[in-house]
């Protein structure tokens, strides 16, 4: 195991991959270039429902965004009049599901963000992309114990 300043420069550039993907900015300027009119807190919101299904029960959604309920709840409430999500009651739970423009909104925003991705690895050789894509994959693996994509029951519990 390498430590000290490979670790350090790993975790900084970690770091700054999160920080510059996660930008409300670059959110809003990827979503805006797909037509996607949503704010930077929907557009993780779609996100979230989009790589979990399209759907999670409020409370997880909440978890998930790192909101409060009650922030969530009027969340939801402008994702639902702006037509991209639909809350279902179950009991006392409120499952929030995206409708079929939510999905195409979800859609659009994942393959633009392939397009950045894209992007990115303009001057890769397709040698160096499949390395990346094998040593990311162990990475985030061994980081959260499953596949990247994948997402287990116990995470949405």
Do not use: C
């Not at 985030?140 to 997402?151: D, F, N, Q």
């Amino acid at each position: 195991m390498t430590v000290g300043g490979d670790v350090a420069d790993i975790h900084e550039a970690l770091v700054r991959v999160v920080s510059a993907w996660s930008e409300s900015d670059l959110q809003q300027q990827v979503a805006d270039a797909v037509d996607v009119a949503l704010d930077p807190s929907a557009i993780r919101a779609l996100y979230l429902l989009g790589r979990n299904g399209g759907s999670l029960r409020s409370g997880e959604l909440a978890a998930h965004a790192a909101m409060s309920r009650p922030t969530t709840s009027k969340l939801v409430a402008r994702m639902t009049a702006q037509g991209v999500v639909d809350p279902v009651r179950a009991g006392r739970r409120v499952e929030v599901r995206l409708t079929p423009a939510g999905r195409r909104a979800y859609e659009r925003l994942v393959s633009a963000g392939h397009g950045l991705v894209v992007d990115a690895l303009t001057d890769w050789s397709p040698q160096e992309i499949e390395g990346f894509r094998r040593q990311l994959t162990r990475f985030v693996t061994a980081l959260s114990g499953t596949e990247p994509g994948v997402t287990t029951k116990e995470e949405t519990s």
